[in-house]
């Protein structure tokens, strides 16, 4: 069983950076994909970042590349997601998740919710203009 537990979000005007990161506990040993989801009021869970740490590969969606960066600590088993030039749009809850299985195909499925068995409670991000 692995827990997940995010920190580090918070409000922030539009052009802001913040970062929020993902603390994994327990049988951390067996995770293999990790990412970050969002989920805005009103509309459906959607997939923003995600890395396959022991192969340093990551993954974005179009909307954020070039404004977010995923990044895992291993020996801290945490990730981060750095985001930069935020928007409004980028208003969210943000789910931290994780999965213990390998992706068929990881450039079509990394970001679909469906990939992961374990998520974290979710954190505040709020972007004003």
């Known amino acids: 069983q692995v827990q997940l537990v995010e920190s580090g979000g918070g409000s922030v005007q539009a052009g802001g950076s913040l970062r929020i990161s993902c603390a994994a506990s327990?049988?951390?040993?067996?995770?293999?994909?990790m990412g970050w989801f969002r989920q805005a009021p009103g509309k459906e869970r959607e997939g923003g970042a995600s890395v396959y740490p022991r192969m340093d590969t990551t993954y974005y969606r179009e909307s954020v590349k070039g404004r977010f960066t995923i990044s895992r600590a291993n020996a801290k088993n945490t990730v981060d997601l750095q985001m930069t030039n935020l928007q409004s749009e980028d208003t969210a809850m943000y789910y931290c998740a994780a999965s213990t299985h390998w992706l068929v195909n990881p450039d079509k499925d990394a970001l679909v919710d469906a990939s992961y068995n374990m998520w974290g409670q979710g954190i505040q991000v709020t972007v004003s203009s």
């Open positions: 327990g049988n951390t040993g067996s995770l293999t994909l």
